[in-house]
């Protein structure tokens, strides 16, 4: 029953080494397994207090927990306050962390200014976070969303596959005219 099939496939690879395709059929899995290293979400923390700094030089402070295209979500207690990301200029971040475990739990973690690698900016498209714990400022910044990491295009390489890292952010601000934000954030390891 089998051998029918086994001779389409001895056929198909002999029509391919004979026209000399073989190339692409050794390459597709490498640009395979390549698309999904790239592919990994990086992921980030917020921490628990948000100053968001207004176009008009007003201020809201509390938890940020939701950013989209539109608008951005503050809670402080049991209020909600949204503003249209066209009046918000900045957000500055403070606090204290939520540090997802490698058992699925959620921890708290200290103040985290002081520790963590160098500063590194990213340009994302506004619509380039994935919210994964909103109250609790766990996302994921999604690869495809990423125009620039320290002004140089793309996701670098050391990027490409954090396991048990994550970006702290310290800052974001808001390029209205391109629909971007440029976040800055810290490298933190869970032993950090």
Known sequence: MRTPQLMICLSLAGLTIATGDIQPAIALPV????????????????????AVTLVNGGQRSGQLVE????????????????????????????????WPTSDGRMVIRGDHENTGGNPRRFRVRVDGLVWEDA????????????????????VPRGMRNIIHSRYVVTAIEFDRQNSELIITAKLLSPSE
């Open 31 to 50: 640009i395979v397994a390549q698309n999904q290293a790239q592919n990994k979400p990086i992921p980030v923390s917020l921490p628990t207090r948000a």
């Open 135 to 154: 109250d609790k400022g766990i996302l994921a910044i999604a690869p495809e969303a990423v125009i620039a990491v320290d002004d140089e295009p793309g």
């Open 67 to 98: 950013i989209n295209p539109q608008y951005l979500i503050v809670t402080r207690g049991e209020s909600r306050g949204q503003e249209a990301i066209a009046n918000v200029s900045r957000v500055q971040f403070s606090g204290d962390i939520w």
